[in-house]
């Protein structure tokens, strides 16, 4: 299934073009990656994917019905956003609020972040691993079938890094898509690459 088609998108600031008439088209299962340098563009073809910003030509359709503000696109940030005082259990209650999810499913995300011998920890005590984990859960709380996410695995040690690849793969097996950034030389099971200059 078609979920997201950008015709010949452009980006134009200052004088130049940041990108020009890209196009791409991402069906359920997908995986693609941005590939290219800092201030390349990858971040602003993020934004205005999201919404916050505009491209200045070209055509974004979405062709899935996707329950979620901003076209059902769920971007992630380089700074997660936890709360130390919290222990793990507190900020995952504190995610399902949040995004209006059940509070009994809360094991079933520990599980799947590998946190469940640390539910009672506070953040604070978590590893750096462990907090980008905890962090990147929320993804688990979306309905979104499209994950925009912006070098997710900037920082992330052998372990987490492990822990993000099954996570975009259980993410896919689900039917669910992703379109991610990377100035890194990741490399991701059966993924399409575009390559910003």
């Not at 390349?40 to 491209?55: A, D, E, P, R, V």
């Not at 984990?133 to 920082?155: C, H, I, K, N, T």
């Not at 987490?160 to 379109?179: A, K, M």
Request: net charge positive; glycine share 8%.
């Amino acid at each position: 299934m078609e979920l997201l088609r950008c015709d010949q998108v452009s980006y134009f600031n200052e004088g130049r073009y940041l990108f020009y008439k890209v196009s791409l088209l991402l069906h359920s299962g997908e995986l693609i990656i941005l590939r290219g340098s800092n201030g390349s563009g990858k971040t602003t073809f993020l934004n205005c994917l999201c919404g916050t910003q505009c491209f200045s030509s070209g055509k974004v359709a979405q062709r899935a019905p996707i329950k979620s503000s901003s076209l059902g696109r769920h971007f992630l940030y380089a700074h997660f956003g936890t709360f130390d005082i919290y222990t793990v259990e507190e900020q995952l209650s504190y995610y399902a609020r949040m995004f209006g999810y059940p509070k009994n499913d809360i094991p079933r995300i520990l599980h799947l972040c590998g946190l469940q011998a640390r539910s009672k920890v506070p953040i604070s005590c978590l590893s750096e691993g462990q907090k980008k984990r905890l962090a990147m859960s929320r993804l688990l709380f979306q309905d979104s079938l499209v994950w925009v996410l912006d070098e997710p695995e900037s920082g992330l040690d052998g372990e987490t890094l492990g822990w993000f690849r099954l996570l975009v793969e259980y993410h896919r097996s689900l039917g669910g898509s992703v379109i991610m950034a990377s100035h890194s030389n990741l490399q991701m099971f059966n993924s399409l690459s575009i390559h910003f200059s």
